[in-house]
C-alpha cells in the first residue's frame, strides 16, 4: 500500500499525545499541510495507552491542560484536582474534535522507517501497513514514556496466566475480581494500581524490588466556586506556570529546615505531608533536596508517617527507602498506598531479599518457592527519553542511523534537533523537561512551528542546527544534571533501568525561563544558530 504523492507534506507529526495533537494544531494554524501518524487505535498518547484504574494526573489537571485557548480552558470543567484516566482521554478527544483536528489524524499507523534524503530534503516515512508519505519536515512527538520495559525474566512466556503492563493496558476491562493477582514494580504506576486491584482481588502480591519515597496526592473534587476562581484567574495562571522554574504553580519556601525550631519544622512537615502533590517538592524548605541533613529530617518525618500507617513492622520497615533520598528518584504521589498493606489480602515480597528466579506455568518462583497467580501486572516502568526515537528506523544525512548518531546517548540542541538530521524535530523528547512536561512541550512546539514558518517566509527548504550549539545545549544539560540536586544516577532519568543503554541525562534541568529566554533570544536573532539552505 502506497499513498505518496508528488507533492510532499509540509509537516508531518507522529503521536497523538498532549504534545503532538498541539503540534497538529499549530502547524495548521499557521497554513502548512500537515497529516499526523499514530500507533494507537485513540488518540491521547501516554493517556491513551496507561488506561489501567488508577492512572491519574499528579500535576494540577488545569495545569497539565492546554493553555492556547482561553475558550477551551473555560468550557472544560476539570472534575478533580488530579484527574483519573478516562477524564483526560476524554479531555483530548475533545480537543481534537473542538479544534477540527481528527481529519488530519491517521490512527493504527505506527511508524517503522524515516528516511532524509540528501538531495531534496524530503523525508520519506513508512507506516507498518507500507504505507509511504513524503514530507520535508517531520516532527515525533513521540514522549518519553512510551515505550513499556518488560524486564528479562526466565519463563515469561511459560505463565500459563494473563499478564499486563500498566504502560500497554488493554482496551477491554481487565477484571481482578476474584483472582490472585501480582504487581511487579513500585514506581508511580506500581503505587497507583495496586490500592485498587487489593480491593477487587482475592489476593494480591506486590514484588517491591527498591522501596519510593511514596507521599499522598491529596487530590479533591474541584468545586463550583474554585472552577469560577480558576477561570478568573486564568492569566494569573498562566503568567505563574511560564515563569516557575518546573512549570507548576506551587510558590518556593523561603525557608531553609535549619531557620526553624524543631516544633515549628515538625509543623511544617505536617503542612507538606498534607500538600497537593509536587508541592512536596517545589514547596518544602529550600534546602531539602540537597542538604543531607536536612534530607534526613523530612525522610525520617515520612519514615514515621509510614510506621504510623502501617500495622506490621517489618511491611512498614520494607516499605521504607534504604537506598536513596527523598527526591533523588521522581517521588511517586499515592492514595491510600500504605493503607493496603494492612489488608488481610496483600502481601509485599522484598525481591532484595528474594528476587525472581523465573516464571513457571502457575505464577512467580523465587527462593520462597512459587508463589501461584491468575495475573501478572509488570509495572516496570520505560526505556525513557528515546525509546520510541530508537525505534522508528530514524535515517539522516548519507542514510546515519539515529541509533549509531546517539550511540552514546542523545545529543540535542534545545531538545528539539540534532546534527545530521535536517527538517528533523522532537518536541516533548529527550532533554525536553524537568518538571510539568506539557508546558515545557508547549514552548517547544511554539518555537518549532516559528522555526518552520521563518524558514517558509524565507523560502528556505532546509533547516539544520549548527554542530557548535549542539555541543554547548548538550554540555549544558550534563553540567546542570550533575548540579540538580534530585534525580540521581540511579533513576530512570540517566536510562540506567535498560541493560545495555548508555548513562547519559536524558532531562533537561535547566529550567523553563532559561529554554524560554534562549528561544526568545534565537528568535530575535533570525532563528541563529539554525541553519537554512533552499
Ligand atoms: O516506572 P518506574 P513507572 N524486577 O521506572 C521495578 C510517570 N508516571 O511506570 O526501582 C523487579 O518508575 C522498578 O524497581 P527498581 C512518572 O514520571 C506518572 O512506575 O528499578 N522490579 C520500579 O519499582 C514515573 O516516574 C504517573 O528497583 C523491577 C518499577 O519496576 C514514570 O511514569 C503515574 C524490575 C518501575 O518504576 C515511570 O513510572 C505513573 C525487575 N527486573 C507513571 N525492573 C502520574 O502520577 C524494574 N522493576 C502522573
Not at 491521547?44 to 492556547?68: H, I, K, M, Q, V
Not at 516532527?139 to 526466565?154: C, H, K, N, R
Not at 503568567?239 to 529546615?257: I, K, M, Q, W, Y
Request: with cysteine; charged share 20%; proline share 5%.
Amino acid at each position: 500500500m502506497s499513498v505518496t504523492s508528488d507533492t510532499p507534506l509540509d509537516v508531518l507529526v507522529v503521536g497523538a499525545g498532549i504534545t503532538g495533537i498541539y503540534q497538529l494544531y499549530r502547524a495548521r494554524e499557521a497554513g502548512f499541510t500537515v497529516e499526523l501518524l499514530e500507533a494507537g487505535v485513540g488518540v491521547g498518547g501516554t493517556w491513551f495507552w496507561n488506561r489501567y484504574p488508577g492512572a491519574r494526573f499528579d500535576s494540577e489537571s488545569y495545569t497539565y491542560g492546554y493553555l492556547f485557548s482561553k475558550e477551551l480552558f473555560d468550557e472544560w470543567e476539570w472534575q478533580e484536582h488530579f484527574a483519573e484516566q478516562p477524564e483526560i482521554e476524554r479531555y483530548l478527544n475533545h480537543v481534537v474534535d473542538r479544534f477540527d483536528l481528527r481529519q488530519h489524524i491517521h490512527l493504527g499507523a505506527r511508524v517503522t522507517s524515516a528516511t532524509y534524503d540528501d538531495t531534496s530534503g524530503i523525508w520519506t516515512v513508512t507506516t507498518e501497513d507500507g504505507a509511504e508519505r513524503r514530507t520535508r519536515f517531520l516532527i515525533s512527538a513521540t514522549g518519553v514514556l512510551s515505550v513499556p520495559f518488560f524486564p528479562d525474566v526466565p519463563g515469561r512466556d511459560d505463565f500459563a496466566g494473563q499478564q499486563v503492563h500498566t504502560g500497554l493496558w488493554p482496551a477491554e476491562p481487565v477484571d481482578f475480581t476474584g483472582k490472585r493477582v501480582a504487581v511487579i514494580g513500585t514506581g508511580s504506576s506500581g503505587v497507583q494500581i495496586i490500592p485498587i486491584v487489593a480491593e477487587q482481588a482475592a489476593s494480591l502480591t506486590v514484588y517491591q524490588r527498591t522501596a519510593n519515597w511514596c507521599t499522598p496526592l491529596n487530590n479533591s473534587p474541584i468545586t463550583a466556586a474554585e472552577q469560577a476562581q480558576l477561570r478568573a484567574d486564568f492569566e494569573k495562571i498562566r503568567e505563574t506556570l511560564n515563569t516557575s522554574v518546573s512549570g507548576f504553580l506551587h510558590p518556593a519556601h523561603d525557608r531553609a529546615t535549619f531557620d526553624d525550631d524543631e516544633d515549628q519544622r515538625h509543623a511544617f512537615f505536617e503542612t507538606m505531608w498534607s500538600s497537593p502533590g509536587f508541592a512536596k517538592l517545589i514547596s518544602h524548605y529550600t534546602d531539602m533536596t540537597f542538604n543531607l541533613e536536612a534530607n534526613a529530617a523530612w525522610s525520617e518525618f515520612v519514615a514515621a508517617k509510614i510506621r504510623g500507617i502501617v500495622n506490621d513492622p517489618d511491611v512498614a520497615a520494607k516499605l521504607i527507602p534504604d537506598d536513596h533520598r527523598f527526591g533523588e528518584k521522581r517521588p511517586p504521589f499515592v492514595t491510600s498506598y500504605f493503607e493496603t498493606y494492612n489488608r488481610a489480602n496483600v502481601s509485599l515480597v522484598d525481591l532484595k531479599a528474594t528476587p525472581i528466579r523465573r516464571l513457571t506455568e502457575l505464577g512467580i518462583e523465587t527462593a520462597d518457592g512459587v508463589q501461584e497467580l491468575d495475573l501478572i501486572i509488570w509495572a516496570t516502568g520505560f526505556d525513557f527519553g528515546t525509546g520510541a526515537l530508537s525505534r522508528m528506523g530514524i535515517r539522516g544525512q548519507g542514510g546515519l542511523a539515529l541509533n549509531d548518531h546517539w550511540a552514546d546517548g542523545p545529543t540535542t540542541y534545545l531538545g528539539v534537533q540534532t546534527t545530521r538530521f535536517p527538517n528533523f524535530f522532537f518536541p516533548g523528547g529527550p532533554h525536553a523537561a524537568a518538571g510539568n512536561n506539557p508546558r515545557y512541550n508547549g514552548d517547544q512546539v511554539d518555537f518549532v512551528t516559528d522555526l518552520l514558518t521563518y524558514a517558509r517566509d524565507n523560502g528556505y527548504g532546509v533547516v539544520e542546527v549548527d554542530p557548535a550549539a549542539e555541543e554547548s545545549w548538550t554540555a549544558m544539560i550534563d553540567r546542570a544534571a550533575r548540579k540538580a540536586p534530585s534525580f540521581g544516577e540511579c533513576s530512570y532519568y540517566f536510562g540506567t533501568n535498560i541493560p545495555g543503554k548508555p548513562k547519559k541525562y536524558l532531562l533537561n534541568s535547566a529550567g523553563r525561563p532559561k529554554l524560554l529566554s534562549m528561544i526568545e533570544e534565537i528568535k530575535s536573532n533570525d532563528f541563529k544558530p539554525f541553519i537554512f539552505t533552499q
